[in-house]
């Protein structure tokens, strides 16, 4: 498979100033990330709140600065220019946890989906709206003609999620950044919704890098994953390798906390039970202050290193 979206070395760090003094604090919400994404895969990035996901993907998308690294699209480097802009934003639509924070409340559905394709100039009212009716029928939001009519709060919070993918899939993305795109759905439907996306992602190639804390859909749907603790990936690997076969204490602390245990997972033994954060290492690895197996070289930062060619995790203890 052929690489379509290449992270290198990203950098993003915040500066937070103190409500009550002139202190401020650094948050490393992002700390040297690399990765790929090859054509149409479904590239996982999990990691608890404040991981630094959606930092990540606002960063893809350009809505955020870096303070170094590069994002290079079908290999050439997305820098600021308003072409290099213009080709990610074409190709690269987000999805969001809220369907509310993607929609206008006062837009009809018609006019919230072919949004995209009016922002980028394509075709003229008729065939967009002909796309609009063939991209409801494709999210399964039918009968097409009669939701295109409709303002968001006449909707279900699963439809108004369709929605949300069908203005992605308007412009026909080679990307879709999808971040926890089914956590705020009831359960009974976020299943629907993922075999939807997964139906899709099969059907047009589409690469996704789908974000989640959420291993048990990441592992229906994702091909590859990333494990984010603290802005830094800690593990990455192919979806099953990472998931069945954890080497990082922290991915294995992930796996032990679903509270429904994979079946295919409940022979491992080696449970591990990590400590209360006791605040962040000022310097090594991230983990080490919550790590059971912290030793004394853990003080010096752990390298991704490579086991095999789908699978590299950082950490100088492994748990094999
Ligand atoms: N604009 C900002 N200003 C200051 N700090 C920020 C900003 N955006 C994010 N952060 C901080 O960066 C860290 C990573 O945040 P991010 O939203 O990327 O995490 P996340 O993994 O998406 O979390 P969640 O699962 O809760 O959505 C957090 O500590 C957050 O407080
Ligand atoms: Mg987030």
Do not use: W
């Amino acid at each position: 498979m052929e690489e379509i979206l290449k992270i290198e070395h990203l950098k993003k760090y915040f500066v937070k100033k103190s409500l009550f003094s002139s202190k401020t604090s650094t948050v490393k919400a992002t700390d040297d990330v690399s990765f790929t994404v090859k054509k149409g895969e479904v590239f996982v990035l999990a990691g608890e709140s404040g991981s630094g996901k959606s930092t990540i993907a606002k960063l893809i998308l350009k809505s955020i600065e870096a303070d170094s690294g590069k994002i290079i699209f079908e290999g050439q480097e997305i820098k600021n220019d308003s072409k290099s802009l213009e080709k990610i934003r074409m190709n690269c639509q987000m999805i969001h946890q809220d369907p509310y924070d993607s929609i206008n409340p006062r837009m009809k559905i018609a006019d919230i989906v072919s949004e995209p394709l009016e922002i980028h100039k394509i075709g003229n009212p008729e065939s967009r709206k002909k796309r609009v009716i063939e991209v409801l029928q494709e999210v399964k939001l039918e009968p097409a003609d009669e939701i295109m009519k409709k303002y968001p709060h006449m909707l279900s919070g699963g439809q108004r999620q369709r929605v949300v993918l069908a203005r992605a899939l308007s412009i026909k993305p080679k990307i879709i950044l999808a971040d926890e795109p089914v956590s705020m759905l009831d359960v009974s439907i976020r299943a629907e919704m993922l075999e939807l996306m997964h139906e899709l992602q099969k059907k047009y190639e589409i690469s996704f890098i789908y974000i989640t804390h959420d291993l048990a859909t990441a592992r229906y749907f994702g091909q590859r994953i990333g494990i984010l603790y603290l802005g830094k990936i800690v593990e990455m690997g192919l979806i099953d390798d990472v998931l069945l076969k954890p080497r990082h204490p922290y991915t294995q602390a992930l796996i032990d906390a679903i509270s429904e245990p994979d079946p295919e997972n409940l022979n491992r033994t080696k449970k591990i039970r990590i400590k209360d954060s006791e605040g962040t290492a000022e310097e090594g690895c991230k983990f080490q202050p919550r790590c059971p197996y912290s030793i004394e070289k853990c003080k010096v930062e752990p390298e991704l290193k490579s086991i095999n060619e789908s699978q590299s995790f950082a950490c100088y203890v492994d748990l094999d």
